[in-house]
């Protein structure tokens, strides 16, 4: 696959195009970070499926930092990407332990992103074009820079985690005079930012799902047993508790020779694998595949899917695909998690790890009793948590910069009609 870079002189050239067409909007995605997570994967997952549809009422263009870059085009998850301004950086070393060189990882850091300021004010003539400007993860950090070389656009901003705190993160408060939409993925989220921003302008909303693409996924696939964990080697993600549900499942059912499986990185990565090797050096059946640009197939080879965090109400991206393969899902209880597994979708458990164990000997005992759990909750994601719906919600936030726009402008007949025609998009 061929490096693509931004091209300046066809960035300047179709942005005359595009103006001369009434009611093209051009839309600028910017996601800042430094590995691929679920949010990564998701909105490189918008930014494609808007391109693949070729309608000339919009225009979308990825801004993305070059180690974001560079993760996408290793995991091959890049295609036909024309439109991509990638943002410089250095990388002064290739790989930091967080634990022991916390100093060297922040200079690291601070000299990053001195560069990313440099290379996004070089970019400045090709940010000045865009009519809607919408900032993920690490570029929440430029809006107040990228709000002053362009006045006009709408500036959303949208927060993927769902145990956000605003006030604590400098981030974010320094750039609430620039912000004009607030996006949540969770609903708990958004009514905690409603009530801190209630005497504000800004716009608070709540994203109807966390979308993923499941159209793509086999469905009847002949299942393995086997029980797998795919997230981020992280904290908040709770690996260590699939170790403990694996040990303890290997303890009370030794004759129960079931694998598990393990995949992601992340800093706990080096401790979950020296852990995985212990555990199987005392017998436990259970290998670490460390990072799985598409885990499609692991998910739909396996017959239960585990997700251990229990601070998330809104569902990871690997929880999805994993129901979108039929994949027979356990998850802890938690406030909001009935609304991504419903009864008839999965296992809702307390989140111990002998809860767990208890609902994997339930499964294994009555396979066929429970297959159809997969089968239900494929259905409930295809329904529920479809692109096209996230789609309609993102028009629907673009369609804000046309209001913005009628409180400002005198001419205001053509801006009604280009709001009506923007309108008539939700109804294709």
């Known amino acids: 696959m061929s490096e693509v870079l931004c091209n300046r002189n066809e960035l300047t050239f179709n942005k005359h195009y595009y103006r001369s067409k009434s009611f093209m909007t051009k839309i600028g995605l910017m996601i800042f970070s430094t590995g691929i997570g679920g949010a990564e994967k998701r909105y490189l997952n918008i930014y494609q499926n808007f391109r693949k549809t070729n309608d000339l009422s919009y225009r979308i263009v990825l801004i993305i930092n070059k180690r974001l870059f560079q993760a996408y085009k290793n995991a091959n998850l890049l295609c036909n990407l024309d439109e991509c301004i990638i943002i410089d950086e250095p990388i002064l070393f290739n790989y930091i332990n967080h634990n022991n060189v916390k100093l060297l990882e922040k200079i690291n ?6 560069y990313q300021l440099v290379n996004i004010y070089s ?23 990228v709000r002053n070389m362009n006045l006009k656009a709408l500036h959303i901003i949208s927060l993927v985690h769902s145990t956000y ?14 912000i004009d939409i607030i996006d949540c993925l969770s609903p708990n989220v958004a009514i905690v930012t409603k009530d801190i921003l209630k ?3 800004v716009f608070v909303t709540s994203s109807p799902n966390s979308f993923t693409n499941c159209t793509y996924f086999q469905q009847g696939s002949i299942k393995a047993d086997r029980v797998v964990f795919v997230s981020r080697m992280e904290k908040i993600k709770n690996p260590k508790m699939f170790l403990e ?11 129960c ?8 990185t992340g800093s706990l990565e080096d401790e979950i694998r020296e852990r995985v090797y212990e555990m199987k050096r005392n017998g436990v059946n259970i290998e670490y595949l460390g990072f799985l640009p598409d885990p499609t197939s692991l998910l739909r080879e396996s017959l239960i899917f585990i997700q251990t965090q229990t601070i998330d109400d809104v569902g ?11 994949c027979i899902v356990i998850s802890p209880s938690i406030p909001g998690s009935e609304r991504i597994i419903p009864p008839n979708c999965g296992f809702l458990v307390m989140p111990s790890a002998e809860a767990f164990c208890k ?3 339930t499964i294994f005992e009555n396979k066929n009793k429970y297959i159809s759990l997969g089968v239900n909750a494929r259905k409930f994601v295809l329904e529920n948590f479809s692109f096209e719906k996230y789609k309609e919600y993102l028009l629907f936030l673009y369609l804000k910069r046309i209001d913005k726009l009628i409180i400002h402008h005198k001419n205001r007949t053509l801006l009604f009609h280009a709001k009506a025609y923007f309108n008539a998009l939700f109804k294709r």
Do not use: C, W
Not at 109 to 114: A, G, K
Not at 168 to 178: A, E, W
Not at 257 to 264: E, H, L, M, V, Y
């Open 109 to 114: 850091t601070l000299i990053s992103r001195i």
């Open 123 to 145: 970019y400045r003539k090709e940010i000045e074009s865009f009519d809607v400007l919408q900032f993920v993860l690490d570029s929440v950090r430029f809006i107040p820079i």
């Open 165 to 178: 705190d605003p006030l604590n993160n400098k981030s974010f408060t320094n750039s609430l005079p620039f």
């Open 199 to 201: 005497k504000t302008e």
């Open 245 to 255: 549900i694996a040990s303890l499942f290997h303890s009370n059912f030794p004759y």
């Open 257 to 264: 020779k079931i694998p598990f499986s393990i995949a992601g």
């Open 316 to 326: 990871s991206q690997a929880l999805l695909e994993a129901m979108g393969q039929e």
């Open 359 to 361: 609902a994997l000997m």
